[in-house]
């Protein structure tokens, strides 16, 4: 029931910001007794606090873990995480986490966590593929703010091939 309350606060996070995560409507939307809220959590604090956790956890730790265990190229690699926030909504929260970062600095301060960590991971391909450590730090970044900001432009990329002939422009190698 825990992993409910947390599925349906990011949601209310993602349709309305921090300030739509509330206990009652959560209960309400969920069909339950705003006393089982008070089973998991001490407080809707805690809620916030269950919120960026299961985010920098499930949406970064674990789709990293997976993209790291993959015996594949750098390019099937990066189109792989591409496809897994573009397409399957890997990245689906984090506007809404990134929004909350401006009014909230503990917010703020996992989000820094978060992006050093994904950059460090996308870094690290781009590393064990050859390229130097400048050119992976600049390649990951590149590569990352490509990520956060695509479905932000609603660009075609994703039907049009161009997610595939990006991921070959940064993987290719002099």
């Not at 916030?48 to 990293?64: G, I, K, N, Q």
């Not at 986490?97 to 950059?119: E, F, L, P």
């Amino acid at each position: 029931m825990r992993a409910q309350w947390v599925a349906a606060g990011l949601e209310a996070l993602r349709k309305g910001g921090a300030a739509e995560v509330r206990v009652e409507r959560l209960a309400a939307q969920l069909g339950i007794t705003k006393g089982s809220f008070y089973w998991h959590f001490r407080d809707r604090g805690e809620l916030l606090d269950a919120l960026l956790e299961h985010w920098a956890r499930e949406m970064t730790d674990a789709e990293f873990e997976r993209i790291e265990a993959m015996r594949a190229t750098l390019a099937e690699r990066l189109l792989a995480l591409a496809q897994d926030v573009l397409q399957k909504g890997m990245g689906r929260y984090d506007p809404a986490i990134r929004g909350w970062a401006r009014t909230d600095r503990k917010v703020a301060a996992a989000v820094a966590r978060v992006d050093r960590r994904r950059v460090f991971s996308l870094m690290s391909f781009f590393e064990e593929s050859g390229f130097s450590a400048a050119d992976a730090r600049t390649r990951a970044r590149l590569f990352y703010t490509f990520l956060l900001g695509e479905p932000q432009v609603r660009s075609p990329a994703r039907e049009s091939g161009e997610l595939e002939r990006m991921v070959a422009i940064l993987a290719y190698e002099d």
